[in-house]
């Protein structure tokens, strides 16, 4: 009985310090720190909402007052003529069709593009395969010569390295000779299955209007039904092409290339310098050092390209890093670029330095994280600290609102989205910073894993066992429930100290994060 007494008292001595210790630390040090945090994430939010209340307002006037594209620029359709003869009218056209070890989905691509109404002698298609498994190299080169036997001008061009990646890859392909006389070049992932009018529907904006660089369509997924992963996907992306691009188009001629199922003048590649490897974002390098050259862009919303989204939590994970790493390393080689640039007006520059790049790709991502994860749940623990009830649910609720507005049919699931768009911020937030600071993942690239028919198609053989990956950080993230672990506490302090009911959020994002850490998130591939 006496040891048990003395250990109680031991502990109730320690309890007693480490209180003591946080109230003596909490007035003069953590309560300043923690308002100034506030301020920020308040001015941060603040400018993430008047962006998109303008992305908001203008694309209302786009969609009540201004034309269509093909009412905006001069558009004609192309001749009618017999696709097996060809005919010297229609420009001759290059399609670029990059892969690694895409076995699932390899001929999606290759077919489509095969497939395209265009005349056979003014196409072109060229399949870039950097696929290091023999086995796949082999299906790709015999899907090619299958099409090629078919009268197709269909190319399958392999290097010894894959220096440059994606990008490297792309510019090797047009310096070969037998793609000199071509004027336009298609990109396609190899997921991306475009309808067969794609180029008959985009090459006149290109042939009628020299001023126009690049005539972008829209993404259309296939597989957005297949689990939630993939509808949250579906709602952001949605915004992305339904708003973000439209906008761009409509205001400035500019938005950034999405690296796939668009088209470009080759003479406007040439003319920015080419394709360059220098961040994971060689789309959209390639889009800002064009658009700094005079050049326009086009999107086309009803020009749809279908595609397929990343359906486990791994392989979306890594897309996150690149699509958020790639554009933070970008801005910081390119902003003072922008800033000196003579060509273009200063609207323009005001509109790709503070909107497109310092709003869109690093405010947004970090005030999602720091406010919603980080700070709000620290003002639970200090109540000297409060939010404004604007700054923690009304202005949130209108950003979340209007970012609903690309996909009406996931309305229901808008507060699950937000949940879940807090947990990828973590990530996004972590990529963004090793993206300014250029620290050792800025140039990773792992390519973004497609299953195709792999959990849909019962008839072909199972597939031979793998070894199973590392079981932390691969299926269990420390990080996620680390995180879940802080926000439990932030919220149990709230039930039984505090006096705001924040703890319902901060309950319902635990359970988000913790779901998040054990990987049951999107489709779950057997090993």
């Avoid at 992305?55 to 007052?65: P, S």
């Avoid at 993230?477 to 302090?493: I, K, R, S």
Wanted: with cysteine; charged share 20%; aromatic share 14%.
């Amino acid at each position: 009985m006496g040891d048990v007494s003395t250990f109680q008292a031991t502990a109730s001595d320690i309890a007693g310090q480490v209180g003591m210790m946080w109230e003596v630390l909490k007035a003069p040090l953590l309560v300043p720190l923690l308002r100034a945090a506030v301020y920020i994430c308040l001015v941060m939010e603040l400018m993430l909402f008047v962006e998109r209340l303008y992305m908001g307002v203008v694309i209302v006037l786009v969609k009540i007052f201004m034309k269509k594209p093909d009412k905006r620029y001069k558009w004609e359709p192309m001749a009618d003529d017999d696709l097996e003869i060809g005919s010297a009218d229609f420009p001759k056209v290059l399609v670029q069709i990059p892969m690694f070890n895409e076995k699932e989905v390899y001929k999606i691509s290759i077919g489509a593009a095969c497939n395209l109404s265009w005349p056979s002698d003014r196409l072109v298609i060229q399949v870039l395969d950097d696929s290091t498994d023999p086995m796949v190299k082999d299906m790709v080169e015999t899907e090619c010569l299958r099409w090629a036997s078919k009268g197709l001008n269909i190319t399958y061009q392999i290097r010894e390295t894959r220096g440059g990646y994606k990008a490297g890859a792309l510019k090797e392909g047009l310096k070969h000779n037998y793609v000199k006389d071509c004027e336009y070049v298609v990109i396609f992932d190899a997921d991306f299955r475009p309808e067969t009018d794609f180029l008959r529907r985009s090459i006149p904006f290109l042939i009628h209007n020299p001023e126009i660089a690049l005539v972008q369509g829209r993404w259309r997924f296939v597989n957005a039904n297949e689990c939630l992963l993939t509808r949250m996907q579906e709602m952001s992306l949605d915004y992305h092409f339904t708003v973000e691009q439209e906008v761009g188009s409509s205001t400035h001629a500019f938005f950034g290339f999405n690296g796939t199922g668009g088209i470009w003048r080759i003479a406007a590649i040439n003319e920015a310098g080419g394709w360059k490897d220098r961040t994971t974002v060689e789309d959209m390098d390639l889009a800002v050092r064009a658009s700094l050259k005079g050049w326009k862009f086009v999107y086309l919303g009803d020009l749809q390209v279908k595609s397929e989204l990343p359906s486990t939590f791994k392989a979306f994970r890594f897309q996150q890093h690149r699509w958020s790493c790639g554009p933070a390393n970008l801005f910081r080689k390119m902003v003072m670029e922008i800033v000196r640039n003579k060509r273009v007006n200063f609207w323009k520059k005001f509109y790709v330095i503070y909107s497109f790049f310092f709003v869109r790709k690093i405010i947004a991502h970090m005030v999602t994280f720091f406010f919603f994860c980080v700070v709000l749940p620290l003002t639970l623990l200090v109540p000297e600290v409060e939010v404004p009830i604007w700054g923690a649910i009304y202005i949130p609720c209108i950003i979340t609102t209007l970012n609903s507005v690309g996909t009406p049919r996931s309305i229901h699931l808008l507060f699950y989205w937000i949940l879940f768009e807090n947990v990828m911020a973590f990530h996004r937030t972590k990529a963004t910073f090793i993206g300014l600071l250029e620290a050792k993942r800025a140039n990773e690239w792992v390519v973004t894993e497609k299953l195709g028919d792999t959990l849909t198609n019962k008839n072909k053989p199972k597939p031979a066992k793998k070894a199973r990956g590392p079981l932390f950080g691969d299926r269990i993230l420390p990080q996620e429930l680390g995180f879940a672990v802080f926000l439990f506490f932030c919220g149990l302090y709230d039930v039984l100290y505090g006096k705001r009911v924040y703890f319902v959020y901060v309950f319902l994002q635990v359970i988000t994060f913790t779901i998040a850490g054990f990987g049951y998130v999107g489709t779950i591939v057997p090993s």
